[in-house]
T-cell receptor, first 116, second 115 residues
Framework: AQKITQTQPGMFVQEKEAVTLDCTYD???????LFWYKQPSSGEMIFLIY??????QNATEGRYSLNFQKARKSANLVISASQLGDSAMYFC?????????????FGAGTQVVVTP | NAGVTQTPKFQVLKTGQSMTLQCAQD?????MYWYRQDPGMGLRLIYY???????DKGEVPNGYNVSRLNKREFSLRLESAAPSQTSVYFC??????????????FGPGTRLTVL
């Protein structure tokens, strides 16, 4: 079974600084995908970034980058130049080939608060 | 495109009442999902449907039933609501199949309170 662990329940970060959100995963699959989602206080789930297990380069999307360390089974999200609008809950998720790419497994989330 | 739509947005039930949450997507996705999110917790999968005509149990299926009516629609039914089912319910859809890069698209959620 797949498992996602986010060990940081909450973080404070100052505006314009970078923040790293930790995510570790456990799978015996060789083929899997890792995702990060943002959930602001309004409640919607917003897809941020994706990393495939065979991708050699770390994924980047604007101010978001994914620090993928396959041997350590970690997929940390880095948000550069934090903005007040980045205050939200962030979830790491994974889907894997043994679930026929169907099921996603989510972590418990990290609450980020950006302060002026 | 509306993406993933859910109805209703809010619902209050009494213990023992039944209701159906509706979900529809217009992205021609094969896979659809129902999750629940409790305070301070991540999303837990209730049921999912890999394609029209198939459904599978997720992590927390007890007390729920689902119907994949067609490719667009996936409904979640609570036959006899219990206070433990008070939660926010999200429907989602994605592509599935040979690749795994398809992210999930989520509906806006249904906030359900069972008294």
């Amino acid at each position: 079974a797949q498992k996602i662990t986010q060990t940081q329940p909450g973080m404070f970060v100052q505006e314009k600084e970078a923040v790293t959100l930790d995510c570790t995963y456990d799978t015996s699959d060789q083929s899997y995908g890792l995702f990060w989602y943002k959930q602001p206080s309004s409640g919607e789930m917003i897809f941020l970034i994706y990393q495939g297990s065979y991708d050699e380069q770390n994924a980047t999307e604007g101010r978001y980058s994914l620090n993928f360390q396959k041997a350590r089974k970690s997929a940390n999200l880095v948000i550069s130049a934090s903005q007040l609008g980045d205050s939200a809950m962030y979830f790491c998720a994974m889907r894997a080939s043994t679930d026929s790419w169907g099921k996603f497994q989510f972590g418990a989330g990290t609450q980020v608060v950006v302060t002026p | 495109n509306a993406g993933v739509t859910q109805t209703p947005k809010f619902q209050v039930l009494k213990t023992g009442q039944s209701m159906t949450l509706q979900c529809a997507q217009d992205m021609n996705h094969n896979s659809m999902y129902w999750y629940r999110q409790d305070p301070g917790m991540g999303l837990r999968l209730i049921y999912y449907s890999a394609s029209e005509g198939t459904t599978d149990k997720g992590e927390v299926p007890n007390g729920y039933n689902v119907s994949r009516l067609n490719k667009r629609e996936f409904s979640l039914r609570l036959e006899s609501a219990a206070p433990s089912q008070t939660s926010v319910y999200f429907c989602a859809s994605s592509e599935a199949g040979l690749g795994f890069s398809g992210e999930q698209f989520f509906g806006p959620g249904t906030r359900l309170t069972v008294l």
